[in-house]
């Protein structure tokens, strides 16, 4: 997801750079699945039933201006869905969505299925 921030993660990222006043995420990051992407001001539509579940993210320390999921990320008993495209989102009371993007080809999962993203399949960067 090269350089997919929201508007809410753009504006977070240049406050901290230039030492303004920022707001760091409230940890964990999470990551959620949508059937339909969304764009820089809009989310998109996350999936919802079977045990669907957003799942915390962790990554390495950035590299040459990306890094990626240090574990898998895993969601079992899903809802019968066609996943395009993740969101990575705080865990504030109101949580913010910080960065979006479409997988590079979708997952159709039937009702019961585990969906699985492997340890560095989910690149993040700023190039």
Known sequence: MA????????????????????????APLQVALVTANGDETTAGTEVTGGSYARQD????????GATSNSADLVW?????????????WDSAGVPARLWYGP???????????????TAGSLALSLA
């Open 3 to 26: 350089d997919n921030l929201t508007n809410t993660g753009e504006n977070r990222a240049l406050d901290f750079i230039l030492g303004l006043a920022s707001t760091a995420p409230t």
């Open 57 to 64: 993210l962790s990554v390495a320390a950035a590299v040459n």
């Open 76 to 88: 079992t008993n899903m809802p019968a869905a066609t996943v395009v495209g993740v969101e990575i």
């Open 103 to 117: 997988l590079t080809a979708s997952r159709t999962v039937a009702a019961g299925d585990e969906l699985r993203l």
